[in-house]
């Protein structure tokens, strides 16, 4: 008699998942003040969850001065009543559960906000005993900043002096978004009990924002090139040990979290190596997912997109990884916007819904947004992000289901955008018609992902799992051309449930199932 084989185990949820990004402030108004909040979340939950995908990331709704519109944190373990409160935020999670929905928070752990009673006490004195747990240094021998580095936002260094004391704090972003000492035993612990207070809510993981930062080399040496940024280059071994800690709280719980890192740097590998170097028994893992952005930087052509798509699939195959995709997020243009037309962001969808990735959408893409232009008088962020931050329109008519004013203008034809206007409606139909076709076919989520070679102006690949084989070609020309496959078309950017007839029209993107 033959052994039973072992059954192999099952991918685990968050390789599975699709993750839908929900930008708090502008996604719906529970209570008409024109800032989105929890409670309009938590009406919209059961349109998430016809949408079909499986998660949220919650960009962060924590107690905040909203300098940085929530990335500047003065509690980690409240909700900021701008968008309601500690109740809310529990029928918030509840309710996604019911639906079958997992929720991710934002944690931002490199730095606090000023208001954080953290550096308040470390404003204090040298002495305090918050102090070290920020970075505070002595000025350079010329009175001016201890190192070359410049801050992210503003033409500033990232460093401010603090008068009183004589000494700069260091601050990667704002000067309201000081930087924490990770290398202070107790920061660490602190951080930890913020994860542990959430999970213990029952949250099914985080977003953790510019986690390569957070381990900084204590000699805080110049930048080699002169003046510039430090975002894209600190990648020091101390995170990776931090890693490992924020592991260990993590995996304690028995509902399988998650941590998904926002890592910013873009050499081969570079973000695998966040994921860590797991040994049999599990010990050495780090995150589970790193963001992949380059995706997000690829502009609408087949060299780049074939680029991009072998980069990203190499690099999973050569760091035993399991890769992400993204399209769009609250900081930079959203697709829409950057492809220039409804088809290309349409053909967009079908391509990001087909990659062996866990996939995440950011709020709106599915009602295929562009851009909201901002008035200069209109303009509230630092970082010159708001036009991919305008609120979602929920109604044809305005004020779209919002206050009669908003804290930022909608995208032109918003009407038209919404769930019932004609794009909306027909471009989240081919999204919730995707993200069901990719929940019923293991072969779109963890198929084998092999290129096809088709040159000129179309790319393709195909996913299989067993028998099950799909191919997906996608036209970045704008004129139609003959392709070589034969087969159904399952799911596509302009029609679909048609045998395909040989050429793709422009900008089109299908799903084939062989005949
Ligand atoms: O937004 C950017 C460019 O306009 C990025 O450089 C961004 O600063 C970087 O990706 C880090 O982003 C994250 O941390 C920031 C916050 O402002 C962003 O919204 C967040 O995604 C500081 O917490």
């Given at each position: 008699?033959?052994?039973?084989?072992?059954?192999?185990?099952?991918p685990?949820?968050w390789?599975?998942?699709?993750?839908y990004?929900?930008?708090?402030?502008?996604f719906?108004?529970?209570?008409?003040?024109?800032?989105?909040?929890?409670?309009?979340?938590?009406?919209?939950?059961?349109?998430i969850?016809?949408?079909?995908v499986?998660?949220?990331?919650?960009?962060?709704?924590f107690?905040?001065?909203?300098?940085?519109?929530?990335?500047?944190?003065?509690?980690?373990?409240?909700i900021?009543?701008?968008?309601?409160?500690?109740?809310?935020?529990?029928?918030?999670?509840?309710?996604?559960?019911?639906?079958?929905?997992?929720?991710?928070?934002?944690?931002?752990?490199n730095?606090?906000?000023?208001?954080?009673?953290?550096?308040?006490?470390?404003?204090t004195?040298?002495?305090?005993?918050?102090?070290?747990?920020?970075?505070?240094?002595?000025?350079?021998?010329?009175?001016?900043?201890?190192?070359?580095?410049?801050?992210?936002f503003?033409?500033?260094?990232?460093?401010?002096?603090?008068?009183?004391?004589?000494?700069?704090?260091?601050?990667?972003?704002?000067?309201?978004?000081?930087?924490?000492?990770?290398?202070?035993?107790?920061?660490?612990?602190?951080?930890?009990?913020?994860?542990?207070?959430?999970?213990?809510?029952?949250?099914?993981?985080?977003?953790?924002?510019?986690?390569?930062?957070?381990?900084?080399?204590?000699?805080?040496?110049?930048?080699?090139?002169?003046?510039?940024?430090?975002?894209?280059?600190?990648?020091?071994?101390?995170t990776?040990?931090?890693?490992?800690?924020?592991?260990?709280?993590?995996?304690?719980?028995?509902?399988?979290?998650?941590?998904?890192?926002?890592?910013?740097?873009?050499?081969?590998?570079?973000?695998?190596?966040?994921?860590?170097?797991?040994?049999?028994?599990g010990?050495?893992?780090?995150?589970?997912?790193?963001?992949?952005?380059?995706?997000?930087?690829?502009?609408?052509?087949?060299?780049?997109?074939?680029?991009?798509?072998?980069?990203?699939?190499?690099?999973?195959?050569?760091?035993?990884?399991?890769?992400?995709?993204?399209?769009?997020?609250?900081?930079?243009?959203?697709?829409?916007?950057?492809?220039?037309?409804d088809?290309?962001?349409?053909?967009?969808?079908?391509?990001?819904?087909?990659?062996?990735?866990?996939?995440?959408?950011?709020?709106?893409?599915?009602l295929?947004?562009?851009?909201?232009?901002?008035?200069?008088?209109?303009?509230?962020?630092?970082?010159?992000?708001?036009?991919?931050?305008?609120?979602?329109?929920?109604?044809?008519?305005?004020?779209?289901g919002?206050?009669?004013?908003?804290?930022?203008?909608?995208?032109?034809?918003?009407?038209?955008?919404?769930?019932?206007?004609?794009?909306?409606?027909?471009?989240?139909?081919?999204?919730?018609?995707?993200?069901?076709?990719?929940?019923?076919?293991?072969?779109?989520?963890?198929?084998?992902?092999r290129?096809?070679?088709?040159?000129?102006?179309?790319?393709?690949?195909?996913?299989?799992?067993?028998?099950n084989?799909?191919?997906?070609?996608?036209?970045?020309?704008?004129i139609?051309?003959?392709?070589?496959?034969?087969?159904?078309?399952?799911?596509?950017?302009?029609?679909?449930g048609?045998?395909?007839?040989?050429?793709?029209?422009?900008?089109?993107?299908?799903?084939?199932t062989?005949?």
């Amino acid at each position: 008699m033959s052994e039973p084989s072992a059954k192999p185990m099952p991918p685990p949820w968050w390789q599975e998942a699709v993750f839908y990004q929900i930008y708090p402030r502008s996604f719906a108004d529970g209570n008409g003040d024109g800032v989105g909040d929890l409670a309009g979340i938590i009406d919209r939950v059961p349109y998430i969850a016809e949408l079909g995908v499986d998660a949220i990331w919650l960009s962060p709704v924590f107690t905040s001065p909203m300098h940085d519109f929530g990335y500047d944190v003065s509690d980690y373990c409240d909700i900021d009543p701008v968008f309601g409160s500690l109740a809310d935020m529990d029928r918030l999670i509840a309710e996604c559960h019911d639906h079958g929905l997992r929720i991710t928070l934002d944690w931002v752990p490199n730095h606090t906000s000023i208001d954080h009673p953290w550096f308040v006490e470390s404003l204090t004195s040298r002495d305090s005993p918050k102090r070290k747990w920020y970075v505070w240094r002595d000025p350079a021998p010329d009175g001016g900043p201890p190192n070359n580095w410049r801050a992210e936002f503003g033409d500033m260094p990232a460093w401010t002096l603090d008068e009183a004391s004589g000494q700069y704090y260091l601050h990667l972003f704002l000067p309201e978004q000081p930087d924490l000492n990770w290398h202070h035993p107790d920061v660490e612990e602190a951080m930890h009990d913020t994860l542990r207070f959430w999970l213990d809510r029952g949250v099914d993981g985080f977003r953790a924002d510019v986690i390569n930062l957070i381990g900084k080399d204590p000699g805080l040496a110049d930048l080699p090139d002169g003046p510039g940024k430090a975002l894209t280059t600190i990648d020091e071994p101390a995170t990776h040990r931090m890693l490992r800690g924020i592991r260990k709280v993590l995996d304690a719980y028995d509902h399988k979290p998650m941590m998904v890192g926002e890592v910013c740097l873009y050499r081969p590998g570079q973000t695998a190596s966040y994921l860590g170097v797991v040994g049999p028994d599990g010990e050495g893992a780090e995150l589970h997912l790193a963001f992949d952005f380059r995706a997000t930087h690829a502009r609408w052509d087949a060299d780049r997109f074939g680029e991009v798509i072998d980069a990203i699939q190499g690099d999973s195959v050569e760091f035993d990884s399991w890769p992400t995709w993204t399209l769009s997020n609250h900081d930079r243009r959203r697709h829409r916007q950057r492809y220039g037309s409804d088809g290309r962001a349409r053909s967009a969808a079908v391509m990001l819904l087909t990659q062996r990735a866990t996939p995440y959408l950011y709020a709106g893409e599915e009602l295929c947004l562009p851009d909201a232009t901002i008035p200069p008088d209109a303009v509230v962020d630092p970082g010159g992000r708001d036009g991919c931050r305008a609120p979602i329109p929920w109604t044809e008519d305005a004020p779209f289901g919002w206050g009669e004013s908003t804290w930022l203008p909608f995208v032109a034809d918003a009407g038209l955008r919404s769930p019932d206007g004609v794009i909306g409606a027909s471009t989240l139909a081919l999204y919730r018609r995707l993200l069901h076709l990719r929940r019923n076919e293991p072969a779109l989520r963890r198929g084998d992902q092999r290129r096809l070679e088709l040159g000129g102006p179309v790319v393709g690949w195909t996913r299989t799992l067993g028998a099950n084989e799909f191919d997906i070609v996608v036209n970045f020309g704008d004129i139609a051309v003959p392709v070589d496959l034969v087969g159904d078309i399952v799911e596509g950017s302009h029609r679909s449930g048609v045998a395909f007839d040989g050429v793709l029209q422009p900008d089109e993107a299908v799903i084939l199932t062989r005949p």
